[in-house]
């Protein structure tokens, strides 16, 4: 038996659905749209993408998007195609193109957003998804339990690279366990990469001698290839145990072939997300899109915050949190850690505990440390406390009682 | 002075627009949520992104996307955008994350869509751009005016090596200038990529042994780069003059790093420019877009059709078309070929040429050639013709008097 790849979406069509769902399965395998004499039964049936599930949820009276066929009523479905994997092989660029190409443009089509592909063992086989994952970064961030207590280093762009450096000394010196370039910092003259490393490395370096454990700190190499792989080699030579990727701006190709290349975990970034994602009737389901970069590599993924800044609501966020740390195949978990970040403080550490069922996450904050009445190590302390009580099943306000860090944190968070 | 990037947006807020474009303008560079102590005046001058224009558009009473901070009224508004070059260096995927990264989400936003770039000659620099554009494509393919007639292999997927040869050599004989696999096809057992490239590369070079003229057939390499480079070698070495890969599919960091390794002409397919551009609050348009691709390397670009099967409408087709042949730079022109398909017959012929201003292009027909009632052969010429009339200002049905194969055509068409 052929192995599938599976995609489902949500679907809104002014015409009939099952024709619609027919339209799309030809579109994006052996059909067109004319009848073609040589697309024959035979051929039809082994390349085919097939109709595997159409059911309808609603109908409403105008279409999300513009530019579809008029009609009276348009209808909403959940449908899930599937394809043989002879079609393309186990690629995940030619997956992109079968199950998010040319398909969202279709006249027939009113809405189409993309909600979750499952994809069989050859793609296991063919990628070799994250190499260190939830394990390795721990490892190399000697945080043996508990989320690994995070920061980004602002403002995002223009401090020079001391300036990073000294901003990177507080937080080492506050106990932190990972710092983050911006995801617009890349290597301007205004702060040439190879400099920030040097004067970032050293600090940590030296703080590492002292402590004996070293910060795990993620430089965004974002950028062309060639030099992501000079800069991913700069890193490791200094003593670096983590780089940073925007997938989406560097793209699959990119990412596997930096997979390829490096030692080190990646910290992949998912800016432009909103783009792919806002509008509801279109694009990506972040269940979905996830599973293209950790198959690709990633260790670490971005799944913004439960009540973050953003447009995002809680459910959307922990929805794509949980499908980030879920397994990706049976024999191959290919386990990435979710990172939590956007206006992140204690406050949301028990329900993204609850949510996530896990505390094998990155926990980003910003103005939750920083903003901590005793300074750096005072705000690591009680983000760290926060999460301690979260795990531990203790109320806040109790656990607060006896850490005063935590307690003087929940004044201003 | 400074050189600086620029971008468009069309912005819907329902927030004050003045305020939102300086949000937009703080999160994108050197602002955050939080006032930073570090954020001072000389680093926000120096590298914070400047609200170069802001013009109100009109007022609507309810937002295009969720998520938005709820507000009675929702300015639509015109609003650019610049930052330094010194914040990130002449790099394209850092420029995507400036431009197109954390700003889709924000809450003041119910719309936001990136309509242009306009990037300093430090760009033009970085990137060489197209390696073969209008003049080398035409130069491989042998036709040095008006545009090259081509067209798709069909059904997209499901024909083995030797048939989609014996597909391949119908079009040869019948005079065809370009071909091109589907974006569907690429390495699949079903139809492996090296035994294809034989079988068609064998089909082509008889075919030019007689004629002295090779038809471009451009070969879809998208994948992982190293699979890219091979089969892009492999095309080369069966002399082969163009490669097609799926941009969206495989990202800027690969086409870049590809365009380094090619000695051909790349054929860069839009496979997924759906779900980037559907929704008209939301993602790209193509005249930002196209420019990425151009300078990471695209000889020819995707651009669909007048009066296409899609949803596209025609002056947003023909403004990307026009965009594609719009010089990038004043001394770096990069012209990179637009390429019409969907639905195209010698119908549209006249009014793209008009649209465009100009027969630098790619014309891929199906229907309008295979449903010839004579033949391939007889398709090709009278597409040929259709266009030769169009070029020449002659009206459509009166050169089809003197023309048999374009008169037979118009039957069809």
């Known amino acids: 038996m052929t192995q599938r790849i599976h995609a489902s979406y949500w679907l809104e069509t002014g015409g009939d659905p099952e024709r619609t769902a027919q339209t799309i399965a030809g579109e994006q395998s052996s059909g067109t749209f004319l009848k073609l004499a040589n697309e024959t039964d035979e051929l039809k049936e082994r390349a085919g993408a097939r109709v595997e599930c159409l059911e309808v949820l609603e109908k409403v009276s105008s279409p999300s998007l513009p530019g579809a066929k008029a009609s009276s009523t348009y209808t909403r479905c959940r449908l899930e195609l599937s394809w043989p994997i002879e079609n393309l092989g186990p690629c995940l660029p030619s997956l992109l193109s079968t199950v998010a190409g040319n398909l969202y443009e279709l006249q027939d089509v009113s809405g189409l957003r993309i909600l979750d592909i499952t994809l069989p063992d050859a793609f296991a086989r063919a990628y070799p998804g994250p190499a260190f994952g939830v394990e390795g970064t721990r490892r190399l961030a000697g945080v043996a339990r508990g ?69 795990m700190m993620a430089f965004n190499i974002t950028g062309d290839l060639d030099r992501m792989k000079r800069r991913h080699d700069r890193v490791r030579e200094l003593g670096g145990t983590c780089v940073m990727v925007c997938v989406a701006s560097v793209g699959v190709a990119g990412l596997v072939e930096l997979r390829r290349h490096s030692t080190l975990p990646i910290h992949a970034h998912r800016a432009g997300w909103g783009y792919l994602s806002r509008s509801p009737a279109l694009g990506w389901d972040f269940a979905a899109w996830q599973k293209i970069w950790r198959l690709a590599g990633a260790d670490h993924l971005h799944v913004n915050g439960l009540r973050n800044k953003f447009s995002e609501p809680d459910d959307v966020v922990m929805h794509g949190a949980r499908a980030v740390a879920t397994p990706l195949f049976e024999h191959a978990p290919m386990a990435t850690m979710p990172v939590f970040s956007s206006a992140q403080t204690g406050l949301q550490a028990l329900d993204t505990f609850t949510g996530l069922g896990s505390a094998d996450l990155i926990c980003t904050a910003g103005g939750g440390i920083f903003g901590h009445p005793d300074g750096v190590p005072a705000g690591v302390s009680a983000l760290r406390q926060a999460w301690d009580a979260a795990i531990a099943g203790i109320d806040l306000r109790r656990h607060a009682q006896t850490h005063g860090e935590l307690a003087r944190a929940l004044s201003f968070w």
Request: glycine content about 12%; some cysteine.
């Open 147 to 215: 989320p690994l207590i995070g920061t980004i280093i602002k403002p995002s762009v223009g401090l020079d690279a001391r300036q990073t450096a000294e901003q990177v000394r507080l937080l080492v010196e506050g106990g932190i366990d990972f710092i983050k370039d911006d995801e617009l910092q890349g290597d301007g003259p205004g702060c040439p990469f190879d400099e920030r490393v040097a004067a970032v490395m050293r600090v940590v370096n030296d703080a590492a001698d002292q402590t004996g454990r070293k910060a």
